[in-house]
C-alpha cells in the first residue's frame, strides 16, 4: 500500500516522459516554478476531459502564478497526444506506465464500487512549491471545478 503524502513533506522525486516522450524531471522546475501535478485515471474520458479542458482553459492564469500545470496517468505517450491533439489542450501529461509516479504519490488505491473492489488511481492533486516541498495534497478530488478551487489556492499563497 503506498504512503499518504501531506503538505510540508517534500513531494517525492520523479521522472516521466511526457506527451512527446521527453523526459520530465521534478528538479526541472526546482527554484523555477510551482508545480500542480494532478493524477487522473484515463485520456479521453468524461471527467478526465473536464477536468484537462478547465486546466487548459485556465493555463495563463496558472502562468500569472508561475505556476506550470502537469498530468500523470498510466496511459502511455501516444494515448496523451491523442487526448491533447483531440481536445487542444495545454497541459503536459506524463505517461507511468509503470505506475511507478502513482505508487510514489499515493494515488493508486485499491477502491470498492458495488462490492467489487479494484485498484485504480484516484483523482488527486498536489501543489509542490519551488523548494520541492508539498504546499497542498488532495486525494479524492472532484473534477467539477478542481482546476478554480487549485488556481484560487496558488491566488491565496501570493496574496
Not at 44 to 57: S, V
Not at 129 to 136: M, Y
Not at 146 to 157: N, P
Request: glycine share 6%.
Amino acid at each position: 500500500m503506498s504512503q499518504i503524502l501531506e503538505k510540508n513533506q517534500e513531494a517525492p522525486f520523479f521522472r516521466a516522459s511526457n506527451q512527446d516522450n521527453q523526459r520530465i524531471y521534478l528538479s526541472d522546475y526546482k527554484d523555477e516554478k510551482i508545480v500542480v501535478l494532478y493524477f487522473y485515471p484515463k485520456d479521453d474520458t468524461p471527467g478526465c476531459t473536464i477536468e484537462a479542458n478547465d486546466f487548459t482553459a485556465m493555463a495563463d492564469e496558472f502562468a500569472a502564478q508561475d505556476a506550470v500545470v502537469i498530468g500523470v496517468s498510466k496511459d502511455d505517450c501516444e494515448s496523451h497526444r491523442a487526448f491533447i491533439s483531440k481536445y487542444a489542450l495545454n497541459v503536459q501529461l506524463l505517461a507511468d506506465t509503470s505506475g511507478e509516479l502513482c505508487d510514489s504519490y499515493g494515488v493508486w488505491q485499491e477502491v470498492e464500487k458495488d462490492g467489487v473492489k479494484k485498484w485504480k488511481i484516484v483523482r488527486s492533486t498536489f501543489i509542490i512549491g519551488k523548494d520541492g516541498k508539498l504546499i497542498e495534497a488532495m486525494y479524492g478530488v472532484n473534477h467539477e471545478g478542481h482546476a478554480q478551487a487549485v488556481l484560487d489556492i496558488l491566488k491565496g499563497l501570493n496574496a
